[in-house]
């Protein structure tokens, strides 16, 4: 996630990071304020479940097999899951809500 580089530094001298440093390193996604950590886990959390739940499985599918791999690999793995998600309820769902600017109602069918 940080190169090569800069986890060797960080692994061969032990250093320890502030959440800020992390944050900027792209470990972290963002730092919050303790008391605000529940809150803020519950928002994001709430903002992928808005989402289609067959989407939101092929597309972490696809991340994390596809990361592994090289480009044109990659884009295999990402054309896979899409495909799967072409015959789902929830696609037709996501399409139809866009054209009448209303809400998806995925029902992860």
Aim: charge should be neutral; proline fraction near 4%.
């Amino acid at each position: 996630m940080i190169g090569e580089m800069k986890a060797k530094e960080l692994i061969f001298t032990a250093k320890k990071l502030t959440a800020e440093e992390a944050c900027q390193l792209g470990i972290l996604l963002k730092v919050v304020p303790r008391d605000q950590l529940m809150p803020a886990c519950e928002e994001l959390a709430a903002n992928i479940m808005k989402n289609g739940p067959i989407a939101v499985k092929q597309a972490k599918y696809a991340i994390n097999q596809g990361m592994n791999t090289d480009l044109q690999t990659g884009m295999a793995i990402e054309g896979k899951a899409y495909e799967l998600t072409i015959p789902t309820q929830d696609r037709s769902e996501a399409l139809l809500a866009f054209s009448e600017r209303r809400k998806a109602r995925f029902i992860g069918e």
